[in-house]
């Protein structure tokens, strides 16, 4: 497993995870269980208070705690993140997602790792992530999906963003239970990245996908709080 101090090294980190990790814990209490009501006004008086105090707090930028990070100021000198993420590593290089994030108390809990050439997503789907009636939202599937096609990117030593995500749901994706997502590259044609990925249950495969990326040069992420050039992200691919 990747040592977080590598990814975010500030003293903060466990005491907001542990702090995402109830928040989610109560939603999805919230979600399931006929709470009483006198609790209910409860939660409502305390979180509000707690919000008031924690918006007084100096604000975070990701950016700047991006590009301060020692491994990704590695990739911006090397430009590749191809030795960022070993082989059996998790990928959790943004403890603020929300879809894997561990900081981040709206996340749907994706954990992904490295296996040889392809990224694996796991997360057992908790009841605030239902749709139909027993199942699994499409939009968190699709999330899950685009979340684990992401974590191959640093396997693939580069950055990239989404330009096409096409899905096939083949079962109803079941709640309550592990769930494994996998994606792998089919073909890189210049900054075209083509890739596939599945999402398998205990009964097998319920959703498939095929995606094309865009790659970016690694230094731009960098340079974000420029002004924005919109001819430099109509560029030709």
Known sequence: MTDPSAVDDHSDLPARSDAAMAMSKLAHGLVSRRADVSVLHRIAAEVEALAVEVET???RSRLEEMTANPRFAAALKSGT????VEDGAFVD???DSPVSGS???LSIGLRIRRENDESVGTVTLAPGWEGA???GHGGVVAACVD???GGLLPILGTMAFTGELTLRYREPCPLGVPLEFRAWLV???GRRLHLAASGTGPDGVFVESTALFITVDIARLAEMNAPHDEEADHAPI
Do not use: K, Q
């Not at 993140?81 to 960022?84: G, K, P």
């Open 57 to 59: 707090a100096p604000p």
């Open 93 to 95: 290089l943004f403890h």
């Open 147 to 149: 979340e684990t096609i």
């Open 187 to 189: 073909e890189r044609d």
């Open 133 to 135: 009636p027993g199942r």
């Open 81 to 84: 993140m191809s030795d960022i």
């Open 103 to 105: 900081a981040n108390p």
